[in-house]
């Protein structure tokens, strides 16, 4: 169900990623967005074990909680750095991409074609 008035990677409104885990730029939910979102949290993933572990060694721990965030664990989804996700890529550790919720400006850092063989959802492709 659309819960954004912005578009996601397939053309449509972008869809909700997780709301529990509530995730977003602006914790919405939705990997929204704006010019004020640096680091691009516009990549909707479904974590994995490898990923969490590769996003801990290289700085970022998701997995451990703490007051103003539950921790993630494999299977949740999150709306993802862009260049986080296109870096995992390359490690060949990238997570799921649930493209209904991935922000169509995702394509300014990732490459759609990695995007797609990494999709969820890709029965939604035409």
């Known amino acids: 169900m ?15 990623c997780s709301k529990e885990p509530r995730t977003g730029w602006f914790r919405t939910g939705c990997c929204e967005t704006d010019d004020n979102d640096l680091g691009r949290h516009v990549v909707c993933v479904q974590t994995t074990a490898e990923f969490l572990a590769f996003s801990k060694a290289r700085g970022n721990d998701l997995s451990t909680a703490n007051p103003s965030f539950p921790g993630l ?16 890529f390359d490690a060949g550790v990238a997570p799921p991409v649930f493209l209904a919720g991935t922000h169509e400006s995702v394509t300014e850092i990732c490459d759609r074609d990695a995007l797609l ?8 492709l035409n």
Do not use: F, V, Y
Not at 74 to 88: I, K, S, V
């Open 2 to 16: 659309p819960q954004s008035s912005q578009r996601n990677l397939l053309g449509q409104p972008l869809e909700s």
């Open 73 to 88: 664990r494999p299977g949740d989804r999150w709306c993802l750095c862009a260049a986080r996700w296109q870096e995992a």
């Open 117 to 124: 063989q990494h999709a969820l959802d890709a029965h939604n």
